[in-house]
């Protein structure tokens, strides 16, 4: 009877399933977002590689950020407009095996980075006078290198144990790149073993930064409470407010993604749900550190005089 059963080699994406006219009308606006998503990330990250006022570890943390969602974007996006021009896409196993490492290590490592920088401005506000003893620029580096690290070795693990499951039935994935539970859904082996891992691996990484976070971010409002000047209070939660802005759309995207029930939630839900965090989080995360930050607004000023001056 096994003797019978084919073994899958390769999915299909069926993508969005809508008319002609609304695939090209997403594709439009996808590549737009693409386009602006990698433009925004990469000036910033030469504007913090170049300004000499933007030498500091919470922008060394930023670019570290941008740099996570250009590789995040970049690992679904051009996949997406394929998907959406061809209304589906056939992916080898390799393939899709390789774009959810990329996407699992990526998300992991974003949320590592962002727990560092939440850690950054607890120094920076709660022990200013430490500060710059404590986040040296070797400091700073360890602590990128041991976020991204930690991220793609983590994944790695969960990919390993992926790559081991047969799939013998269906292999048409209702969505628009390789995540993990649709993969376990199709898998005709026994993924018990899967799921404990992930949720052995996952748990802490969500838990220990989301605690860490909190606590930091306590610790920064009894600080900043306690200034007696209304212009300290003001400047000191506006070096964190954009932080906290990007972590709440981190955290309320993935919640609402793998954490809500999703009985009598459609694919078509699910699939904007997924498509604002791949894509979307990674165009807003640079508009808002640049909107309110005179410093990045200074450097790029400085950037583009000294552009048109060569």
Known sequence: MKNNITAVTEFTLLGFQASHDIRIFLFCLLLVVYSFTISMNLLIITLVSTGKNLHTPMYFFLSQ?????????????????????????????????????????????????????SYDRYVAICNPLRYTAIMTSVHCVKLAVISWLLGFCIMMIIIITTSQLSFCGSNIIDHFFCDLLPLLELSCSDTSNLQFEVYFLSSPLLLIPTIII??????????????????????????????????????????????????????TISKVLSLLYTVFTPLINPIIYSLKNDNIKKAFHDYAKNRALS
């Open 65 to 117: 950020l941008f740099i996570s969602d250009i590789l995040l974007t970049t690992d679904i996006a051009p996949n997406t407009l394929h998907i959406l021009l061809n209304n589906g896409e056939t992916i080898s196993f390799i393939d899709c095996i390789t774009q959810l490492y990329f996407f699992g290590a990526s998300e992991a490592s974003e949320c590592l980075i962002l727990t560092v920088m």
């Open 214 to 267: 909190i606590f930091s971010y306590a610790k920064i409002i009894v600080t900043t409470l306690r200034i007696p000047s209304s212009t300290g209070r003001q400047k000191a939660f506006s070096t964190c407010s954009s932080h906290l802005i990007v972590v709440s759309i981190y955290y309320w995207t993935m919640f609402s993604v793998y954490v809500l029930p999703t009985k009598g939630q459609s694919s």
